[in-house]
């Protein structure tokens, strides 16, 4: 507690000594709250959650552009204990790290669905993007026909072909019978996540003279619907 608002506290409580004489209270409210949720889900990624892109030698990278990384893959596995409609949210934990060249290695991704890599010395090392296609999710056992995300906490739904199946950090994404429809139901959920990066050209990275870590980071959460 702050000191400020310990003073605050002390002011109140000396406030409320002083006038118990005079407006003492003969009744209170008992407030009691709760949630019932139709079902409890848990989500795992396989390897731990871990996206190693190894070894990057230094004169690899270009001393102009944005170099891409090989393709790597993660697969996310949601488990709930009834039929439930449940999505998932990426949080960055990196944000300010992200670097605006992912477009400029894929036409395909927007510079707003990068996650950051980190920073060294005051300088963004690069950027990842996650991709999420339909075609490589099964719900219960079956194929998934599409998906959906949603902008607004899940009043409103729209489809994730148009953005190229690339989750952006905060969206809600789902699975649906269609391509931005209403979520499903599913008690298993499994979604392979592709994950594409690229670092920043040499001369926007910090000396290369020994070595650099990647330091992305993410957390995917399960969001109830």
Not at 109 to 116: D, H, L, Q, Y
Not at 191 to 219: E, R
């Amino acid at each position: 507690m702050s000191n400020l608002n310990l003073k605050r506290g002390l002011i109140l409580t000396l406030l409320a000594t002083a006038s118990v004489g005079v407006f003492a209270a003969e009744s209170a409210d008992l407030t009691v709250k709760g949630v019932i949720r139709p079902a409890a889900c848990n989500v795992t990624l396989s390897s731990d959650g871990a996206v190693d892109f190894g070894t990057i030698p230094a004169q690899s990278l270009s001393a102009t552009a944005a170099t891409k990384l090989p393709e790597k893959q993660v697969t996310m596995t949601m488990s709930c204990d009834a039929a439930a409609k449940v999505g998932y949210r990426v949080v960055d934990n990196r944000a300010a790290s992200a670097s605006a060249i992912l477009n400029g290695v894929d036409s395909t991704i927007a510079n707003t669905m990068g996650f950051g890599l980190g920073s060294v010395g005051g300088k963004n090392l690069g950027a990842f993007a996650i991709r999420a296609l339909p075609a490589d999710a099964s719900g219960d056992g079956s194929a998934v026909v599409g998906s959906t995300r949603s902008t607004d906490g899940g009043a409103t739904w729209s489809g994730t072909s148009s953005v190229s199946n690339y989750v952006a950090p905060e969206t809600v994404y789902a699975w649906s019978t269609s391509d931005g429809g209403s979520p499903s139901s599913f008690t298993t959920i499994s979604q392979v996540l592709k994950v594409i990066g690229a670092l920043n050209s040499t001369a926007n990275l910090p000396d290369l003279k020994s070595d650099v870590s990647l330091d992305g980071s993410a957390t995917i959460s399960v969001v109830y619907l």
